[in-house]
Structures are given as C-alpha cells and as structure tokens.
C-alpha cells in the first residue's frame, strides 16, 4: 500500500505563475497574486476627495469651485436719475441662461450687486442699535413697515388643516396691493411722484406670492430692488446706507418673519437643508459683516445658546439662526449643515465675502428665482 501524500489542492510550482507560501503549512497558496493596479491607463483612479469639503459646501452637482474661486464682488457708487424723468410699468425679461448671462455682465447687474455690497459694507463692525442719521424719507420707510405689521395683527390666520399656505395672507396682500400707492406718495418728492407706477410693482412682490402663499429670496430681491430705486432717484443718498439696514431691513426681516409666521408662508423654491434658510439670504450678508473684527465673537459662536439669547436682537446673523433653531427641530448639524459648515470658517470677514460670491451664484444667476425680476427706467433691461 502506497504511503498516503498531503494534498493542499495547490497548483505545482510549474503551473502557478508565481506561488507564495503559506505562513502556517509551508505550502503554496491558492490565491492568486493581485493586480498590479485597479485602474487601467483608460480608467485612472477618482480624485482624491477630502472629508471635509471648502466652507462655503455647496449642493452636489453645484459649481462650488467656481463660487471659491470666483472674485469677491466690489461696491459701487448708485448713479442717480435727472429730468426728464420716463417712468414706466417695469416688466420681466430674463427667462434663459443666455438672458441671466447678459443681466449680470451689464452695467446694471454689475451696479445692483454693488448697490447690495455697499449696503453690507455700511453696517460693518455696527450693532443695529447704533446711532446713525435717520432721514425722513428712512423713518417713513420704517413707519410704513409698521402699519404693515399692524395689518397681520389685525388680520388674523384661518383655521385651516393645510400645513402651509394660510388663506387670511391674500387678504392681507390684498390690502398692500390696496394701499401701496398712497403709501409710496408719502415719502416721494413732489417732481418724483410718477415714479409709483415703476416703484409700486417692486414693492408688492417683496412680501411674498399671494397665489402661492409663498416666500423666497426672489421676493428678497425685489426688497432691494425696491430700495435700489429710491437710490437711483436720490431719495435715498449713502449717508442713509446704515440706517436703510440697521433701520429699514431689519424692520422687513421682523415684518417678514411674522408673516412667515402668522401665515405660514411656504419657501418658495428652497434648498431644503442645501439652504442658508428657507427664505432668506441678504441678512446673513449684512449681518456677517456686522461682526467682522468683533473681538470675541467668531463664526462659531453660533453654537453657543447664551451668545444667541444675548446678542440675537443687535445682530442680524445671529438673530437668523436663532429663529432657524426655533423653527426647525433636531440636530442643527443635521437641518441646516451649510450654516454649520460655514462656523467652521475662521473669521467673519471670510465668511461675509463668500456670502456675497455665494449670492450673486445661487439668487442672481438663478433663472428661476430671476425670472420674476423685473425692468423698466431704474433698473434697465441694457
């Protein structure tokens, strides 16, 4: 009887490319070798990806390098009208790419967007409770916003089972529509009075849809386009840029956020959680630049309750994500990540230009939030 061999079911040194052994037997291993690559010449490896994205994280599928890499947009002095005046019905013109591309090289994409930056750079290093000059022309903006806000008092929201969309707010916006003329007579000079059939139609669309019952930031948009034409008309000058923020806007933000409120106005075309918010864009704008070179305070603060509790009402970035943390339930990391991502950022002057880069890319380049804008004599279709 033959002598019983060990069988490993290996194959023999001739027809195995190149065995190795095994650490325990001693004999050749069944595997074989790896391939020298995974990827061929045709099919290089992915680029490497880090965990932690650029601060300003924008959706996937976005041009978020383009936004980084874009350069930080310049203020501009608002050119004023002279006599003869040609007021007329502004009307929408943008509905393309090409359209959105010709809006922003032109004079006047470039001087609105430097109208918005001037703006930020009027507030910087200032609480909204600093003194600056109030015109007349700002007080009765802000009387105005007001009465406004009087009227949600006076109109109550219906009971209704729909989660967004209260139907008392087309009532409320009926009564805008309503008075918005006789409300614009009461600032406007006497030789500028025409100007309310070019004016008026920027100011009812700055509250929201009334069909929709919605909000977004192109009703945000045309707020400051509102305010860009009393610029254009010098009914507003730059000695009153402080004041038409830390007076006339942070008015609108507390009009706006009770409307949001009362009414339950839907987002209109929001980015969910890819989003600074449901609604707004501009106050985290000026209110980052409220805080650059603040001694104490830096993008991360945010995540202190106490900071926010003390500093939410003289702070228009902080008084945002204190209503963010009000509205919305959970993990803030979870529901609004870009916000979170952005306290990562080590100061606030980083933080304040990528907004602005952020804001000409997401809002003014957008065909679907700028197909609503509107044209006429002030802000002209070039």
Known sequence: MEPETQNHDHQSPETSPS????????GPTTFPPPPKSLYSDISPPPNYRPVRAPAINLPPNNHSQAIILAPVPQSQKVPTITAPFEFQTPSKKIQSPD???????????????????ALSESIRGHKISDPCHES??????????NEL??????????????????????????????????????????????????????????FGNSSRIDYGTGHETNFASWLYCLARMGV?????????VSRVFAKYLELMRKLQLVYCLEPAGSHGVWGLDDYHFLPFIFGSSQLIDHKYMKPKSIHNQDILDNFADEYMYLSCIAF????????????????????????????????????????LEKVPIMQHFLFGSLIRWE
């Open 99 to 117: 359209d959105i591309r010709h809006f922003i090289d032109s004079d006047t994409g470039k001087n609105f967007l430097g109208f918005v930056v």
């Open 236 to 244: 507003i000058k730059e000695e009153d840029y402080h004041a038409v």
């Open 19 to 26: 065995p190795k052994c095994c650490a325990k037997c001693g």
């Open 149 to 206: 806000l009087q009227w949600a008092e006076e109109i109550p929201p219906l009971q209704q089972s729909a989660r967004y969309g209260n139907l008392a707010y087309r009532t409320w916006h009926s009564r805008l529509t309503d008075n918005s003329e006789s409300l614009m007579l009461r600032f406007l000079p006497n030789e500028l009075q025409a100007a309310v059939i070019e004016i008026v139609p920027y100011f009812n669309d700055s």
């Open 324 to 363: 963010v943390k009000k509205v919305k339930k959970g993990l803030f990391a979870e529901h609004s990540p870009l916000l979170d991502d952005i306290s990562g950022v080590p100061n606030w002057n980083k933080v304040n230009s990528g907004l602005l880069k952020m804001y000409k890319a997401e809002v």
């Open 136 to 145: 007349q022309t700002i007080n009765t903006t802000v009387s105005i916003l």
